[in-house]
């Protein structure tokens, strides 16, 4: 590789950049998370570098703020069901949603980031906003 491109290559080792950034983090958030990451966030999977990220950080007891926008096939209830699983999780915080359009994208939810700041102040506290479901 040094021969093709004329820089030396460097070696850095996933698990040290992920162990140096989770010093250095109070809060993580965590926005536009879509329904596959949900999925893969309430099954506990490590298979791309912001999961396993995420999941060595929940281990330090710091809040995680999730901001969701999923679109999706299914009803909205199905979809409820995967953020009821995380909500039900030690120091997962919900920054407040809403049905985008109930008209138009009625199965589509999506996270209000006029809440972002004030969901920080909750769960810094260890209290999660409430309502986190607005009908507006």
């Known amino acids: 590789l040094e021969i093709i491109t004329n ?3 460097i070696f850095i080792n996933r698990c040290e950049i992920i162990e140096n950034l989770i ?3 109070d809060i993580l958030i965590l926005v536009r998370l879509n329904s596959k990451l ?3 966030l309430k099954d506990k ?3 791309t570098l912001i999961l396993d990220f995420i999941n060595r950080y929940k281990i330090t007891n ?3 703020l999730l901001g969701i926008d999923i679109d999706s096939k299914k009803s909205i209830f199905e979809s409820l069901k995967v953020v009821e699983a995380l909500y039900k999780k030690e120091n997962f915080y919900f920054i407040p949603f809403r049905v985008a ?3 138009t ?3 589509r939810i999506l996270f209000m980031p ?3 700041i004030k969901t920080c102040y909750y769960a810094l506290s260890g209290k999660q906003i409430e309502p986190i479901i607005s009908f507006l």
């Open 105 to 107: 994208k009625p199965n």
């Open 114 to 116: 006029e809440f972002i």
């Open 23 to 25: 010093k250095k983090v």
């Open 45 to 47: 999977k490590t298979d």
């Open 62 to 64: 710091k809040p995680i």
């Open 38 to 40: 949900i999925y893969d």
């Open 7 to 9: 820089f030396k290559p």
């Open 101 to 103: 359009n109930p008209l």
